[in-house]
């Protein structure tokens, strides 16, 4: 390939990523579905008969710039979780997240066995298909609901905190879950033997340690560099350092997912003085270029052409499962911590919408050979209606209060 062959289709993906971004946002949306649209729109030029636009190099080109978007999605989604919010509001937000998180699990497990030839049919590698399907669904966006709830100036409100801590939460367990089922399935690929659990066990123990010794050195190190060049460039290009650096020996020497190490590396320095300093700067790159190709890359490759009846009735029922697991699972679980019933709703549906995660994880899946590719078009729609559904819903429950 030559090299200026990427530069037509780039310009376009990154021009109407932000025209679809800005268009979303006025319809309250996540900038993430104009992105993907974005995408999908360049994607039909490969449909165009002797196109030279798309060609598979070129195609080949954005995937591996979309490979760093993903790493610094992650890294950014770490920084920019609040360890300490998580400590205040105590046990009620974790109580709530695992009804949010066991509960699509298990719909998404259910509905891919039952499509997938039944609980007959079950062995080891289709166990952890099944559960990685169910871990798609365990993602959650919370800037719907943000952006709505801070609309209606119920953001600080008993229900909001509950919401965001519970979404925070949420990200941890999502990306535990993910990185073990990644790391039982062994190298990516299809066809690789499935890895021993106890083998997966130890050296996950082993890579948090790692962890641990990492965290407690760049902390130091950070320290030293803020008071040394307070507020200077070089402290976010060393956190892009680090979160490469660890995303690296992750995958490579640990078998845990690269997308780990950066959000644990985001985590590290979360808790720094310069933490928003060092996200602000990550987001100008990130979402400057290769973000936006991530996105775009996603809306390329997904693919319409394979829909069955069978294929388009699972995604049905594997959309429905995404819904009714958060409604329910963090609902379901509010109720029963004593808040009363239209709260409870409020919270399931505020922990409803999905955006960058849940993307995240079905490509992952798709690399790894755990889920066909044919359910990322699935993820859009969920994306899509939650992310339609939520703000709607919201504004619908609190609209009595706000008239008050």
Known sequence: MNYYEILLPLALVLFLSKIFGKIANRFNLPSVIGMLLAGLLVGLIQYIPSQTILTDSVKVGFGFLAKIGVILILFSAGLETDLKKIKSVGKSALIITLGGVLLPLALGFLVATLFNGGFNSLSQDRILQNLFYGTILTATSVSVSVATLKEMNKLDSKVGTSIITA??????????????????????????????????????????VAVSIIAFLASKLFVWLDKKFPHHRLIPIFGLSLCFIVSYISEKYFG?????????????????????????????????????????????????????STILLFGICFVLAGIIGKVVGCGGIAFALKYNLKDSLKIGVGMMARAEVALVTTQKGIEYGLVDDSIMSFVIILIIVSSLLTPLILQRLYKKEISN
């Open 167 to 208: 979404a925070i939460i949420d990200d941890l367990l999502g990306i535990i879950i993910l990185s073990f089922i990644l790391a039982l399935k062994g190298s990516s690929g299809v066809g690789e033997v499935t890895t021993s659990p106890l083998i997966v066990i130890l050296k996950t123990l082993l890579y948090f």
């Open 256 to 308: 845990v997912a690269d997308i780990t190490g950066a959000y644990i590396v985001g985590l590290i320095l979360s808790t720094n003085n310069e933490s928003k300093y060092i996200d602000r700067k990550t987001d100008i790159l990130s979402y400057m270029i290769f973000v936006p190709i991530f996105f775009g890359n996603i809306g390329i490759s997904t693919k319409f052409s394979a829909f069955n």
